[in-house]
């Protein structure tokens, strides 16, 4: 039995999803969560097999949420499930480490077997153009799990110690990690830190 974690904040859209993965062979047992911190939460406290992950909802602006799952969580399975099908944007998914990309738009039968290809080990992108590959992107995907979280909370405007404090290390050492960030990023102030995560956050 597949574990699978749906992260959507809309209920008929998860339902939906519920519904093409009752569709195959296997049986799977679905939790849902409407934000990422609960499907973040969902992750740490469940043996979960798959990530079907909508790129637009509350906590995850673009492609944030897949590069801290990916980060944090570098062994499970993530197919992003989305409305945003440009190729600029699937090309990223792809760069970042995801096993799929699915348009919101298609039928439950493609769901159901992009869902089933990635089960059996495949990867499921559409057939899009090529395009340069994103340079940020491949820069953003240098920084360990601890620094990615760091980075996001620079971005937020948190200071130092607030950052110590949220994730329980000295100072110091919050020090040392943004003195690292901002060498594999190739930049030189939080200010660029956090036009760094605007871009890499998706535009309607």
Not at 12 to 27: H, I, K, M, P, Y
Not at 47 to 73: T, Y
Not at 116 to 122: D, E, L, Q, T, Y
Not at 174 to 191: A, P, Q
Request: negative net charge; charged residues 20%.
């Amino acid at each position: 039995m597949y574990r699978v974690a749906i992260a959507d904040d809309h209920p008929l859209f998860r339902s939906a999803l519920n519904g093409a993965l009752q569709e195959l062979t296997d049986t799977c047992d679905v939790l849902e969560a409407e934000n990422l911190d609960q499907a973040i939460s969902l992750i740490e406290q469940q043996d979960i097999d798959l990530l079907l992950l909508d790129l637009k909802m509350p906590g995850n602006d673009g492609l944030m949420g897949l590069m801290r799952v990916r980060a944090e969580f570098p062994h499970l399975a993530v197919v992003v499930v989305s409305a945003s099908e440009d190729a600029g944007t699937i090309h990223q998914i792809k760069s970042l480490g995801a096993s799929g990309f699915i348009p919101k738009s298609s039928s439950i039968e493609t769901i159901t077997n992009g869902i089933a290809s990635v089960f059996a080990g495949n990867v499921v992108f559409p057939d899009v153009m090529i395009v340069e590959v994103n340079e940020t992107a491949e820069k953003l995907k240098l920084l360990t799990p601890k620094q990615f979280r760091v980075l996001q909370l620079i971005a937020q405007g948190a200071l130092n110690k607030q950052i110590g404090y949220m994730l329980d290390i000295k100072e110091t050492t919050v020090k040392s990690h943004i003195s690292d960030i901002f060498k594999k990023l190739g930049i030189n102030n939080r200010t660029q830190a956090a036009l760094i995560i605007q871009e890499m956050s998706l535009v309607d």
